[in-house]
Each structure stands twice: as C-alpha cells, then as structure tokens.
C-alpha cells in the first residue's frame, strides 16, 4: 500500500522547492513501487544491490534508480549497466571500481559524494578531511567515466530538531564551497538531504534532492 495522499502532497512541495523526490522502496515490494510508477513517479532508491536488480528486472526500464546504501567494490560491475545515480560514494577506491565498469560499458556514471554530517559514528561518509584529500586526488587524478554531481548526507537519528538543522547547515555550506571553487572536470549541483522525519528542514536548509520511503511506503518492518 502507497500513501497516494501524502505523495501528492509531497510533490507539491518539492515543486515549490526545485527538489527532486527520490521514493524509497527498500524492503518494499514490486507493487506498491508500481503504484507509485502509475501516477506518474520515475525516481526510486534501493539500498541493497541484490533486491535493487531483482526489481530492476521486472519493473519499466523507465525508472530512474538511485543507488544510496553502502556499495561494495566488487557488486558495482552489478549496477553500473543500469544505474541512475549512486549517492554513497565515500572513497576514491569506490569510484575508480565505478569507473572501470562504466568504460567497459562506454557509460559515464553521475555520483554523489556521502558526506559524514550525523553525531553517531555508524553512519558511513566522508569528513571534511577525508573529503579535501578524495578531491585533491580526483583533481590530480581524473576518472573518465564517472562524474561526480554533488554530495549527499544523513542526520543524525535524533528528536533535537536544532542539532538536525546543525547538520544540514554545515552539509550546505561544504557543498558551497566545493561549488566555487569547483572540482576540476565536475560541477556538483545536487545536495541530497532530508528524509521523511526531516525533510522540511532539509529543504529550508537548501536541499535540491529528498529521499523518502516511509511516508510514502508505511514503516518498514527491517530496516
Ligand atoms: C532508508 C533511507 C532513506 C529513507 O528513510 P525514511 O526515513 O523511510 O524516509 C533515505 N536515505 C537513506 C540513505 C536511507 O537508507
């Protein structure tokens, strides 16, 4: 079941925000991903590669995927020949491997970089140092086929609303930074932020790119 509702809702905001909603049917199934795709969706996020290529398989080819779990190097060749846009890239490591398989495919894959902004420590991405060193190497060291479009980043799973905002804040202005003086070759223009419990303060915050799954979809049994 799909919160056709809330959707439309959703949808009206992002509109009045030049953001882009990216549905978040992990753990979902194929038919509540359908019944998004019927009125109208195109922009779906998996987070696991196995259940990403099952429903990629039986779903319209006109679905824009986005990849935004942790990615392992040697499941990438599985992605690549189909993928929209991988949000959790965190390691140059990652994207040579990205790159690799998208040459032997004569494609140019769109990633965001995932920015560590969240207190607790589980949640994988880049710091701001890791961050400099993974751009001063791009910068020496260009891929050809991969292109790196913006950043990408998680709150911390807190109620403290000014602490989200915090992080949002900080994530915001990095982007910012790296828009002015820009990465050799690349031009981020997406800042993906904002999940369903926060979302609006994404969005004030200057988000161009949400992703929400249980608004949408209904609480997930696992997460
Ligand atoms: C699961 C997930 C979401 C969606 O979470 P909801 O709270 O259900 O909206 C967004 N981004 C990432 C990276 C996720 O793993």
């Known amino acids: 079941m799909i919160n056709a509702d809330t959707y439309i809702n959703i949808q009206k905001i992002i509109q009045t925000n030049k953001a882009t909603l990216v549905a978040v049917s992990k753990t979902k199934p194929i038919e509540d991903i359908q019944a998004l795709y019927d009125l109208g969706h195109r ?25 935004i779990g942790h990615l392992q190097s040697n499941k990438v060749k599985q992605i690549v020949p189909f993928i929209h846009l991988i949000q959790s890239v965190d390691s140059y490591k990652l994207l040579q491997e990205i790159n690799k398989q998208a040459q032997k495919l004569d494609r140019t894959i769109n990633c965001l970089l995932q920015i560590h902004i969240a207190k607790e420590e589980t949640k994988f991405g880049l710091n701001e140092e ?84 249980s608004l949408l979809f209904g609480i997930r049994e696992t997460i």
């Not at 292109?147 to 989200?164: L, V």
């Open 43 to 67: 922009d779906f996020g998996e987070n696991y590669v196995q259940e990403l290529i099952t429903k990629e398989k039986q779903l319209p080819k006109d679905i824009r995927w986005h990849f």
């Open 130 to 213: 890791e961050l400099e060193v993974l751009i001063k190497t791009l910068n020496h060291t260009p891929l050809s086929n991969v292109s790196i479009i913006g950043f990408m980043g998680i709150a911390s799973f807190t109620n403290d609303k000014n602490q989200i905002r915090k992080e949002f804040q900080q994530l915001k202005q990095l982007f910012n930074q790296y828009q002015s003086h820009s990465i050799k070759n690349y031009t981020p223009h997406i800042l993906s932020m904002g999940m369903s419990s926060d979302y609006t303060i994404a969005l004030e915050e200057g988000s161009n790119m949400i992703r929400i799954g």
